[in-house]
């Protein structure tokens, strides 16, 4: 055989070798892409997103859309080719899978802590877009969690009501941890609680449950690492009894980054005219009871897959700026936002076509 031919049949069968290695070599990152962006205004799998009863709703125009981010699950090992193809492609973005999935996480456990996450960026939209409008919203501190073989296991329950801690007044969630590390490991604490079915079924009937009971949890001493404090065991949150009827209709989504659109969805929904002037309005951003807006992950997708779903402009989460603003689609606006009273300032200059004064987003540097 020539020499000539030789080399070219070797280096054609390294060649192939190669590519062979690179799919069936597994790699530990994972991939980012475009997910669904949904108008909360509108309707999703033949229902509206947002439905609500109990009070006077207006007709609304134009989009107010929620994003999402498509990411390959924690189970899924990425080879070699499709790492590279992802790092070259401009609609994803590949990182490390540890990035995605901390502490060896779990599909299941990721998938229940988005769950969870959705669930209670619902509760704090429908807050932060009340409180705006000046509709009352009733709030309580509760047991959020309670840790598998702790102290407060078979003591307190997820959902009861914390009253008082040691006879002290609770008002935030804070405040349940502050006045538990008061004591030494080894010490009693006193909760004052409402049952979760004592509450649950005063709900159902729009009264106040009264029915208050004192539980006794003996302390144990942290063992995360920190400083040595005293713990029972559980995690504090907030819930809350609404005046109407706020339903948000929308599977297969995880997450709190769509906190901000639903905020902005119902407070369109209650109020007169319509927030975006019949344009086309994406956006991101958790978002708290007292309407801040926080960061989010894979702002880079967000944007790409608003853009290709028609979007003109883009609310930011501000701290999201920077890595927006050095890869924005073009013909999409990016408006920079740190709370609801933002957005809505915002939309306000949107309707009135006043992009000029519109808060931009500006990459660093």
Not at 27 to 38: A, D, I, K, M, N
Not at 227 to 239: Q, Y
Not at 246 to 251: P, R, V
Request: proline share 6%.
């Amino acid at each position: 055989m020539p020499r000539r031919t030789a080399t070219m049949l070797a280096s054609t069968l390294m060649l192939i070798a190669l590519l062979c290695a690179g799919v069936f070599l597994p790699v530990p990152y994972s991939e980012l892409s475009p997910g669904p962006t949904v108008n909360t205004l509108g309707e999703h799998g033949g229902e509206p997103v947002l439905q609500i009863s109990g009070h006077q709703t207006y007709p609304t125009d134009g989009h107010l859309n929620m994003t999402t981010v498509r990411v390959t699950s924690a189970d899924y090992r990425m080879n070699l080719v499709e790492a590279v193809y992802g790092w070259l492609a401009h609609d994803s973005r590949v990182v490390p899978h540890d990035t995605l999935y901390p502490d060896g996480k779990t599909e299941e456990q990721s998938t229940q802590e988005n769950a969870e996450e959705f669930s209670q960026s619902q509760e704090s939209a429908k807050v932060a877009a009340l409180k705006e409008l000046g509709i009352p919203v009733t709030s309580w501190v509760i047991v959020s969690t309670v840790v598998k073989g702790s102290p407060a296991q078979g003591r307190l329950h997820a959902g009861d009501v914390i009253k008082a801690v040691d006879g002290v007044a609770v008002k935030q969630p804070s405040d349940v941890a502050k006045l538990v590390t008061r004591h030494k490991p080894g010490q009693n604490v006193v909760f004052t609680v409402v049952s979760a079915k004592d509450q649950a079924a005063a709900q159902k009937q729009h009264k106040t449950a009264t029915a208050a009971e004192q539980v006794t949890v003996t302390t144990a001493r942290s063992q995360d690492g920190g400083a040595p404090r005293a713990v029972v065991g559980i995690s504090a949150g907030t819930d809350h009894t609404f005046p109407f009827s706020i339903d948000i209709k929308l599977a297969d989504v995880g997450g709190p980054s769509a906190g901000l659109m639903f905020a902005l969805g119902i407070y369109d929904k209650l109020t007169p005219g319509d927030l975006t002037g019949g344009k086309f309005v994406a956006g991101t951003g958790t978002i708290d009871d007292a309407g801040k807006v926080g960061p989010i992950g894979g702002i880079e997708m967000k944007t790409v897959g608003a853009r290709d779903k028609g979007a003109q402009y883009f609310l930011t989460p501000a701290d999201n700026c920077a890595a927006a603003a050095a890869d924005t689609p073009s013909g999409l606006t990016l408006v920079k936002v740190r709370t609801i009273d933002d957005a809505l300032g915002a939309l306000k200059d949107i309707r009135a076509g006043k992009t000029a004064d519109l808060p931009a987003c500006a990459a660093k540097g």
